[in-house]
């Protein structure tokens, strides 16, 4: 006469098993049946109609690479050296790095209160470019 293997039991000493052998073919037909819908026939499906902004790198941050063309499209039409809008020039390096030293440029730029938003009529500089100028300054605001 054969052995009846009892599957409540383990079969190996300390051993636990993962599943009890009765029963197991619902879960499976479950998870088969469910499987398709977890899939995505392209990445619009997966992301929605906006995917993801890339993030924002601020390790990088040069005042030639990031802050000077950034200045240079959104802020030297008025704070130049013909206007000086404000009594303020962005064209050059040292005159950029004076309104930074004195805490104005980030005051400007972030709408702090007390200072006039910046730019005068135009859309606020998004967080990344925000946070770009930020990190430049932090670092001393060095002419690199």
Same mark, same amino acid.
């Given at each position: 006469?054969?052995?009846?293997?009892?599957?409540?039991?383990?079969?190996?000493?300390?051993?636990?098993?993962?599943?009890?052998?009765?029963?197991?073919?619902?879960?499976l037909?479950?998870?088969?049946?469910?499987l398709? #819908?977890?899939?995505?026939?392209? *990445? =619009? &499906?997966?992301?929605?109609?906006?995917?993801?902004?890339? +993030?924002?790198?601020?390790? @990088?941050?040069t005042f030639?690479?990031?802050?000077?063309?950034?200045?240079?499209?959104?802020?030297?039409?008025?704070?130049?050296?013909?206007?000086?809008?404000?009594?303020?020039?962005?064209?050059?390096? #040292?005159?950029?790095?004076?309104? *930074? =030293? &004195?805490?104005?440029?980030?005051?400007?730029?972030?709408? +702090?209160?007390?200072?006039? @938003?910046?730019?005068?009529?135009?859309?606020?500089?998004?967080?990344?470019?925000?946070?770009?100028?930020?990190?430049?300054v932090?670092?001393?605001?060095?002419?690199?």
């Amino acid at each position: 006469m054969k052995p009846v293997l009892d599957f409540r039991k383990p079969l190996v000493t300390g051993c636990i098993p993962l599943a009890p052998r009765r029963g197991w073919w619902p879960s499976l037909l479950l998870l088969v049946a469910l499987l398709p #819908a977890c899939t995505y026939d392209n *990445a =619009a &499906d997966l992301l929605g109609k906006n995917p993801p902004a890339p +993030a924002c790198d601020t390790v @990088a941050t040069t005042f030639s690479t990031s802050v000077a063309p950034l200045l240079q499209q959104r802020c030297v039409n008025c704070h130049n050296t013909n206007v000086r809008s404000g009594d303020v020039s962005l064209s050059t390096y #040292a005159q950029v790095q004076r309104v *930074a =030293a &004195d805490g104005r440029l980030m005051g400007v730029i972030t709408h +702090a209160p007390g200072y006039p @938003a910046m730019p005068v009529g135009g859309a606020k500089l998004s967080d990344c470019e925000i946070a770009r100028i930020r990190a430049w300054v932090r670092q001393g605001a060095p002419n690199n």
